[in-house]
């Protein structure tokens, strides 16, 4: 093979790799062009890739056009997702430092308990949680969500913040206690410090998949506590001319999703395979 | 809060001149992981423990008072009915498609991406994207946007080309869900692969092609026993995820046209149909169901491998 095919084959692969991402990316970048056009424009057949731009599809979605409004839904969510995010990190951090700088015996198998929590499917808990929450007045609560997305996300803090604090120097923890620190100093002084870009990642990633949950809230919420995707439920059954309205409220409750992967993006990896990749 | 109020005993034995005894220390050990560990028992572990219990009774909530205990007939109810034997098949075959098809496209966009070439960084993140849409959104956008018979953008797309003007949920509703899955999913493959890939020793590649290696025979030889235990993991945590799968199917297709899966069903035998012990008795095999997946899959995968070793 001479120098110049294998540029050309490397040049190839190069092209075939833009436009793969670009076949991924497409259904995203026409749902966004969609949410800028009008209802007519955006239910054309053959498509109609430059009509006239229009902010209606998002003022719709907002309410202004009489429809119901989604700013108790996006509350409600920003609620579950950022308390449990901070319940979590409060129960994990303590724990991941009793698994991975202060060990337990057995502290594997610990780990791997909370694994395995993580491979109980949510359906198997829906049907009593359902009904403990009935009997104790909690349906419709939103405080009900954050500490079951809480429970939801602490084996993947766990797992993460484990492998972050095993990071952290050991002497530097001894000084502290030597000098008489109590723990919750210890954590908060020097050990956050240290293995902050790795909480801030894993905090990024637990408010992901609590703003993402659906089946919960759409069992255990109604008219109160509803959260954003159950509010985007209520799109599933066609409304007439409603394509610009549904990208516009599609695009606008992902955002928050795709700003914090895109953020914690080099440690996503980590936390989606529970720390087991780096 | 309660790690707060544990803390002064974590501090003890420094503090003490007397030497504490050895359970104080090994309770003080444990003491911050404590709270963790009780809250996800709590919420977690209870819950299915009543599931398992309820999975045992007779018991629609619309007549509480003719609640029985049943032995196994749900069991025997849910794994006799055709909709729900049907339902277990269909979770079955949801989950293996896209956790195949997925690993697959995400393997080859990882090797692609393990290759410099300019704006490398700018198609990860677009190839990153469609995991980060919330997966309500991803389905209606799929449903609604790609999807509609009418003013879809694939019968769009079809129109200029002249092709045909199909129903694509109606016609093939399974695969409709499942291409929408795989969209989400590969992305997650892809990354795990990428790190996979990364994480190759370059001295034994470079040392490969320095000893007259093709790239066919490096990809064969070192880079895919390598990526084993990456493929392993992939194939585990996606099928863990889409066993459990509820927004795509109750967002494409409401469970209709035969694409209910367990977890849906289960959701719909309780919140609809008020069937609490059926629904249980269903829950319970959707775990079991993902126990077998799970190890099935990793076994599946490490016997592939090892043929594939023991003959080269």
Known sequence: MSATTVKRKGLGLGVTAWLLGILFFLPIAWMALTSFHSESDAATNPPSFGAALTLDGYREFFGTGGGASPWPALINSTVASVSSTLLVLLLALPAAYALSVNRVRKWTDVLFFFLSTKMLPVVAGLLPIYLFAKNTDMLDNIWLLVILYTSMNLPIAVWMMQSFLAEVPVAIIEAARVDGARLPTILARVVAPIALPGIAATSLICFIFSWNELLFARVLTGVVAETAPVFLTGFITSQGLFLAKVCAASLVISLPVLAAGFAAQDKLVQGLSLGAVK | MTATTTAPLATTPVRTTRQPSAR?????????????????????????????????????????????????????????????????????????????????????????????????????????????????????????????????????????????????????????????????????????????????????????????????????????????????????????????????????????????????????????????????????????????????????????????????
């Open chain 2, 24 to 312: 104080l220390r090994a309770w003080a050990t444990r003491a911050p992981l404590l709270p963790a560990l009780v809250f996800m028992i709590a919420v977690t572990q209870l819950p299915f423990v009543a599931t398992l219990v309820i999975s045992f009774f007779d018991w629609n909530a619309l007549y509480p008072k003719a609640r029985h205990f049943t032995g196994v007939d749900n069991y025997r109810e849910v794994l006799t009915d055709a909709d729900l034997r049907h339902s277990v098949w269909t979770t079955v075959l949801l989950t293996v498609a896209v956790v195949l098809a997925s690993l697959v496209l995400g393997l080859i966009l990882a090797l692609l991406l393990d290759r410099r070439f300019r704006g490398r960084g700018v198609v990860r993140t677009l190839l990153i994207a469609p995991f980060l849409v919330v997966p309500v959104a991803a389905a209606l956008l799929w449903k609604h946007v790609l999807y509609n018979p009418e003013y879809g953008l694939l019968n769009g797309l079809l129109h200029y080309v002249g092709g045909p003007q199909p129903d694509w949920i109606s016609n093939t509703p399974l695969l409709a869900v499942e291409a929408s899955l795989v969209w989400q999913w590969t992305p997650f493959m892809m990354l795990i692969l990428l790190a996979g890939l990364q994480s190759r020793d370059p001295q034994q590649l470079e040392a490969a092609r320095v000893d007259g290696a093709s790239d066919w025979q490096i990809f064969r030889h070192l880079t895919l026993p390598h990526l084993r235990r990456y493929l392993e993991l992939g194939a585990l945590l996606g099928s863990i995820y889409i066993v459990q799968n509820f927004d795509a199917v109750f967002t494409i297709t409401s469970g209709g046209l035969g694409t209910a899966n367990l977890p849906y069903t289960v959701y719909q035998s309780f919140y609809q149909a008020h069937a609490n012990g059926l629904a249980s008795a269903a829950g319970v095999l959707v775990v079991i169901g993902s126990i077998i997946i799970a190890t099935f899959a990793l076994r599946v995968v490490s016997s592939l491998f090892r043929e594939e070793v023991g003959r080269a």
